[in-house]
């Protein structure tokens, strides 16, 4: 068939314009890699909303493809050196995997400083983190956000435990330095590993017990190998984990200022208190599975919580101790994160 002169102009515009919206999806191309499974809550409710909002707000140009279960290689605590040394793009990984390098930020990790609302603690570290107060740990990265989980919930394979007492001389899972001391104060031994090595620790009796979220259940399977789920009253948990989301340095400052706003906004104030929600969502989903497979809950009384906060309470002056030795005022960040949070509660 003989095309006229402009059918054939029509259709090549038409060619161009194809191709150039192909390659302006293609502009800007990032490796997001994180420790879980592309089953768990982490990786479907917020990972990949926050990748497609940033995909649309950049109108296409930009494709975040995402690698769970350390896909790309590597062991978990070596996800923030494969962001800083530009192996991938971006990292979702939790902060104490790597002791001592996010030191400031670990004032979220203490035990007493917020109880069971990730969504005022994400908040407190917005502000905080805004304000320069802990930004000085991720001089290497450019922090996409931070958070928390819900806190440490006591999980329990064969013997509860309603007293500080009852955990002496047991082994117990833990991935911070903080952890390990609220372990210590317990009177237990710390065992730390990446939450992905649990379940086989716990079906070989390696450890007795661990200190994670509800939210992580359901994809490590935890209600098979654990009998028991405790926490404080009113939700009080042992402490907590902090958790960034962060990208290449190098890779951040090539973008420019309009790809680098999509990515800022996706980002902003009120995504981290989502995180915050989205976490609270999948805890009571977790516990749940561990009810419906027959596990026993048990929310410790009021008294029985205050000899748990008391046994814990030198873990925060420990750490103020620990981080001065640095020359960070890790008394004035308690007071702060406090007082936020306190705020964020109300």
Do not use: C
Request: charged residues 25%.
């Amino acid at each position: 068939m003989v095309l006229n002169g402009k059918l054939k102009l029509g259709l090549a515009a038409s060619t161009l314009a194809l191709a150039a919206a192909g390659a302006n999806a293609q502009e800007y191309e990032f490796t997001l890699h994180h420790l879980l499974s592309a089953q768990a809550p982490a990786h479907t409710d917020m990972l990949v909303p926050w990748a497609e909002r940033v995909e649309e707000l950049s109108d296409g140009r930009v494709s975040i493809e995402i690698f769970p279960n350390m896909t790309l290689g590597g062991r978990p605590p070596e996800l923030i050196t494969q962001a800083r040394d530009g192996v991938v793009d971006i990292v979702w990984t939790v902060n104490g995997y790597t002791p001592g390098l996010f030191p400031r930020t670990e004032v979220m990790e203490l035990p007493t400083v917020f109880e069971a609302d990730p969504v005022a603690a994400n908040l407190a570290l917005y502000d905080m983190y805004n304000d320069g107060l802990i930004s000085e740990d991720y001089a290497a990265v450019e922090v996409m956000w931070l958070h928390t989980h819900r806190g440490q919930g006591l999980h329990m394979a064969e013997e509860s435990a309603r007293t500080p007492e009852d955990l002496a001389g047991t082994s117990l899972r833990i991935p911070t330095r903080t952890g390990s001391w609220v372990i210590e104060a317990l009177g237990a031994s710390p065992v730390a590993m990446p939450v992905p090595e649990l379940p086989q620790a716990l079906s070989r009796g390696t450890v007795d017990g661990a200190l994670i979220p509800w939210e992580i259940i359901p994809p490590l399977q935890i209600q098979e190998q654990t009998q028991y789920q405790i926490e404080g009253a009113d939700g009080w948990r042992l402490g907590s984990t902090t958790f960034q989301v962060s990208m290449n340095q190098a890779r951040w400052d090539s973008l420019p200022e309009d790809i680098q706003a999509a990515f800022r906004e996706a980002s902003g104030r009120e995504w981290w208190a989502e995180v915050g929600e989205i976490w609270t969502r999948s805890d009571e989903v977790g516990l749940q599975v561990a009810l419906d497979a027959g596990n026993e809950y048990i929310e410790l009384t009021e008294e029985e919580t205050q000899a748990f906060r008391d046994a814990l309470t030198p873990v925060v002056q420990r750490w103020i101790d620990d981080v001065s030795e640095e020359g960070i005022d890790g008394e004035m960040l308690v007071d702060r994160a406090r007082e936020l949070v306190d705020q964020y509660s109300e």
